[in-house]
C-alpha cells in the first residue's frame, strides 16, 4: 500500500509524486515522479505559443478585415481562410494537446 508521501506530497527536492493508475483500475505501488520546475516551463511554454498563435492569427485577420487594400487580392482571402482555421486550431486543439501533454499521467483513457 502506498504512503501519504507516494501519493501526492511534494519531497525536499521538489519532486511530486503521484500513483501511477492502470488500466483496470489497481494502483501500481511504483510512484511516478515529476520535476516541479520542469513543468512549470512546460506549462509556460506551451501557454506562450497558444497565446502567441492566437494573437498572431486575430492581427492577420483584422488586417485583411480592416484594410482596404487587402481585400483587392483573392491571395489575401486565402492568407485570411488559413488563418481563421490555424486560429481554430489554437482555441480549441491546443489547450486539449497541452493538457494532455501535462497531464499524461492522469488522463491516459480520455487522451
Known amino acids: 500500500m502506498a504512503t501519504a508521501h507516494e501519493a501526492g ?13 492502470t488500466s483496470s483500475g489497481a494502483a501500481e505501488a511504483a510512484a511516478v515522479r515529476y520535476d516541479i520546475p520542469e513543468l512549470l516551463a512546460t506549462v509556460t511554454t506551451l501557454g506562450a505559443v497558444i497565446l502567441a498563435t492566437i494573437i498572431g492569427n486575430a492581427f492577420v485577420i483584422a488586417a485583411v478585415v480592416l ?3 487587402l481585400r483587392t487580392h483573392v491571395a489575401n482571402y486565402l492568407v485570411a481562410s488559413l488563418a481563421v482555421a490555424d486560429l481554430l486550431v489554437a482555441v480549441l486543439v491546443m489547450p486539449l494537446a497541452a493538457v494532455n501533454e501535462v497531464c499524461e499521467c492522469c488522463l491516459p483513457v480520455i487522451f
Open 9 to 21: 506530497d511534494v519531497n525536499d527536492v521538489g519532486m511530486m509524486t503521484m500513483m501511477e493508475v
Open 67 to 69: 484594410e482596404r487594400n
